[in-house]
Nanobody, 115 residues
Framework: QVQLVESGGGLVQPGGSLRLSCAASGTFFNVYAMAWYRRAPGKQRELVARIIRGGSTNYADSVKGRFTISGDSAKNTVYLQMNSLTPEDTAVYYC?????????WGQGTQVTVSS
């Protein structure tokens, strides 16, 4: 059974850092990309960062230079290193695996940036 489990969220002060992890279990076929999305209160879900088959990455403008997405294929895990966090980064963060024809989602992990 395919499963994505996120971890690493929590409460952090403005300017702080967190690293999110997404552990994938099961067998994925035709993976095109792995990504992190987020949904802030009262807002639509948005793409935060994505790593595409072959290694290229792209980021939302709001996180460029602060967030870094990376993957460890041996551990079937994708990470999101988040630095210089601001209250605007407060959201539930979701891991996504994009295969040809189907998207898989994790349950989400809460990130709260507050003093």
């Amino acid at each position: 059974q395919v499963q994505l489990v996120e971890s690493g969220g929590g409460l952090v002060q403005p300017g702080g850092s967190l690293r999110l992890s997404c552990a994938a279990s099961g067998t994925f076929f035709n993976v095109y990309a792995m990504a992190w999305y987020r949904r802030a209160p009262g807002k639509q879900r948005e793409l935060v960062a994505r790593i595409i088959r072959g290694g290229s990455t792209n980021y939302a403008d709001s996180v460029k230079g602060r967030f870094t997405i990376s993957g460890d294929s041996a551990k079937n895990t994708v990470y999101l290193q988040m630095n210089s966090l601001t209250p605007e980064d407060t959201a539930v963060y979701y891991c996504n695996v994009d295969t040809v024809g189907y998207n898989y989602w994790g349950q989400g992990t809460q990130v709260t940036v507050s003093s």
